[in-house]
């Protein structure tokens, strides 16, 4: 069984800043990309920025300039450093990983979500 625990949300004021962590524990053998997407209150589900184990990076277009990912293979972590937050930032933020489930054959690779944590930035 995989877990994704996330951490880090809360309530900050614009201007402010947040750091989220993700934690990916149980069996896997491998990760491949992990990252960030998020979901505010009657909108779609957006990436917010991704990362893969050789370091290539992707931005949601609010993140740009803004918001820096990392991420520690050694930990199966991943790292949501957001900065100069603003109202329109608040939502929902949901930690999501490719991992390797199995390597038999070719292997089997899985996308799994953890439950979200709430960014909530008041003006």
């Known amino acids: 069984q995989v877990q994704l625990v996330e951490s880090g949300g809360g309530l900050v004021q614009a201007g402010g800043s947040l750091r989220l962590s993700c934690a990916a524990s149980?069996?896997?053998?491998?990760?491949?990309?992990m990252g960030w997407y998020r979901q505010a209150p009657g909108k779609q589900r957006e990436l917010v920025a991704d990362m893969n184990s050789g370091g290539s990076t992707n931005y949601g277009d609010s993140a740009k300039g803004r918001f820096s990912i990392s991420l520690d293979n050694s930990k199966n972590t991943v790292y949501l450093q957001m900065n100069s937050l603003a109202p329109e930032d608040t939502a929902n933020y949901y930690c999501?990983?490719?991992?390797?489930?199995?390597?038999?054959?070719?292997?089997?690779?899985?996308?799994?979500w953890g439950q979200g944590t709430q960014v909530t930035v008041s003006s």
């Open positions: 149980g069996s896997f053998f491998s990760t491949s990309t």
């Open positions: 999501t990983a490719l991992l390797q489930t199995s390597t038999i054959g070719r292997g089997r690779w899985e996308r799994y």
